[in-house]
């Protein structure tokens, strides 16, 4: 398996436009994650699926955000009227979950979508 | 929000000597993690530690935990070019399903030949 892809890798959008970015995780793994990083920061949560369900979002998901993951394989982020706010890399991962619990699941990330808001 | 800082923002060695960077928290963990991320190749993990010990070994790397300071360290012994990256620890909070991993701010290694 090649690991987590994410496509596009760079995104130029005019402030008020809409963008959609795609992950697909390892095949195998029915964790997908979201994360959000600046520049000069670490990555902050922003959602997470379990299959096809989303469990948790961080209050960083505001309205003009979704995410959706319909068949529980690859998964994709929507930002609607983007603001120059919403500049930023957007990071993918997945994991292997198979307690109820995952907190030591190891998170294989993407190489993520830097987007940039004019 | 953040969980944590990483100290020092920054680090710059020579090949060879050992680079030592510390994450403190502020809640409490199941576990901490460690990961690498360089512009090639993004984010990377390298080490977990769970709340419950206090030092783990991979390779080169070693790692501490102190949960009385919500602290800990990573060290990378005899360090190489490769190294050069930013190093990230992250947490988890206990009794948390999924692992929504709560990253610090970093610190930038530079290791140079």
Known sequence: ?118 | SQQGEEDPQALSIQEGENATMNCSYKTSINNLQWYRQNSGRGLVHLILIRSNEREKHSGRLRVTLDTSKKSSSLLITASRAADTASYFCATVPPNQAGTALIFGKGTTLSVSS
């Open chain 1, 1 to 118: 398996d090649t690991g987590v892809s994410q496509n596009p890798r760079h995104k130029i959008t005019k402030r008020g436009q809409n963008v959609t970015f795609r992950c697909d995780p390892i095949s195998e793994h029915n964790r997908l994650y979201w994360y959000r990083q600046t520049l000069g920061q670490g990555p902050e949560f922003l959602t997470y699926f379990q299959n096809e369900a989303q469990l948790e979002k961080s209050r960083l998901l505001s309205d003009r955000f979704s995410a959706e993951r319909p068949k529980g394989s690859f998964s994709t982020l929507e930002i609607q009227r983007t603001e120059q706010g919403d500049s930023a890399m957007y990071l993918c991962a997945s994991s292997l979950g198979i307690r109820a619990t995952g907190t030591e699941e190891t998170q294989y990330f993407g190489p993520g979508t830097r987007l940039l808001v004019l």
